[in-house]
């Protein structure tokens, strides 16, 4: 795994890979486990033989040699489980991030289209994260309708989430992916017991002449290989829940990282983002959200100075300055034209003189 770790991957990738990794090879543990088992079995089986054959020679090679010839067969199908377990693995890792990357994939959108909608599944609805993602895009397409930070109201069932929330949709599709892959891998094991136990009892049948006390040591023998299968499967169920503690410790605490921001955003604190730690998963789309905040932040501080100063030019065009009027030679008017034209602006604005009137002596 360190191998993963050193290549020059995303987190979210390396999650992947390290998750379906992990997934695949803990049936090649309970291989080896088995594997071990197998060997004591077959050594007490050889201890059996060769108290019935003591003058026969080369007895551990004919032994080993009838009961391991065909196990090379079964190389191709331990390697395309492998690849099997590692698909389901890869699904598994999508399937825990897939919250993170419906978030940060709408966040690109809403920037663009700020009518854009976040809809649910019905598996999504169940949801903490993902209700709470669709509570808080609808408030920032408020924000920005209003031109303004709003403060909304945060509904009480997520008011009072003060830690992480375990994510048991999540947990349960893992649990039964986890009996899917035991139930396989125990009926793989068990046909390769059954397979060797066979090939034991072929042997018996070739170079011994059976007695009932035999076929009494043949059916505690088989016991015991069951015994050894059901070890490996106990075992596998084991590991496969310390995995599942570890993988969803990482993915809660990035979740709750989520929620906690996006709570304080709605509740007017705009300075805050979500921050994960080194080698979290969901960081890539951490950021897209953060630059969704950042983007609507800016475009509100932006509608706010185009309303100051619109509101400035208004209040500046009601008062008029005649100073800049005097001062101009061209518009301004001189205080000496003013009064020598005095006369002029009055002649100009008194009524003609009437006519006399006629004398009626003189006619």
């Known amino acids: 795994m360190n191998i993963i770790y050193n ?8 999650f992947k890979h390290i998750t379906a990794f992990k997934v695949a090879f803990v ?17 007490t089986m050889y201890g059996f033989f060769l108290s019935n054959m003591i003058n026969t020679l080369n007895l551990k090679e004919m032994f080993y040699k009838q009961i391991l010839s065909d196990l090379e067969n079964y190389i191709p199908l331990l390697f ?3 690849v099997f377990l590692y698909v389901i693995g890869f699904y598994l890792a999508n399937l825990l991030l897939r919250s993170f990357k419906k978030i940060g994939k709408f966040a690109i959108q ?3 289209d700020p009518n854009a909608e976040f809809k649910l599944s019905t598996l999504e609805k169940r949801e903490y994260l993902m209700r709470f993602a669709q509570l808080f895009f609808e408030y920032m397409a408020e924000c920005r309708g209003a031109g303004m930070v709003l403060k909304s109201e945060i509904p ?6 003060k830690g992480v ?25 068990d046909f390769m017991s059954k397979d060797v136990y066979q090939k034991i009892t072929n042997f018996a049948v070739e170079v011994l002449q059976i007695k009932q006390n035999h076929m009494l040591f043949f059916s505690t023998q088989q016991e015991l290989l069951s015994s050894i299968v059901m070890v ?32 304080e955003v709605i509740q007017g604190n ?15 789309d951490s950021k897209l959200v953060n630059q969704l905040i950042d983007f609507v932040d800016e475009e509100i501080d932006e509608l706010v100075e185009l309303e100051e100063t619109i509101e400035a030019d208004k209040d500046g065009g009601d008062e008029v300055d005649f100073s800049e009027m005097a001062a101009s030679p061209v518009e301004g008017l001189k205080e000496e034209n003013v009064i020598n034209n005095d006369s002029a602006v009055l002649e100009l604005e008194s009524p003609p003189p009437l006519p006399p009137i006629p004398n009626k002596n003189e006619e």
Not at 232 to 250: E, H, P, R, S
Not at 270 to 284: K, S, V
């Open 7 to 14: 290549l020059k991957l995303s987190n979210d990738t390396k």
């Open 27 to 43: 049936p090649f543990i309970a291989l080896i486990i088995i594997s071990f088992g197998f060997w004591i079995f077959l050594e």
């Open 80 to 82: 395309l489980y492998f």
């Open 110 to 112: 809403l920037t663009d």
């Open 156 to 161: 009480m069932k997520f008011w009072n989430i």
């Open 165 to 189: 929330v375990f994510d048991y949709l999540h947990y349960l599709i893992y649990v039964l992916l986890l009996f899917v892959i035991t139930i396989v891998t125990t009926l793989g094991l």
């Open 232 to 263: 490996t499967m106990v075992t596998m169920v084991l590991v496969y829940f310390i995995i599942a503690n570890n993988l969803f410790a990482k993915t809660n605490g990035v979740t709750y990282a989520y929620f906690r921001t996006l709570k």
């Open 270 to 284: 705009w300075e805050e983002r979500i921050n994960l730690r080194y080698g979290d998963p969901g960081a890539d």
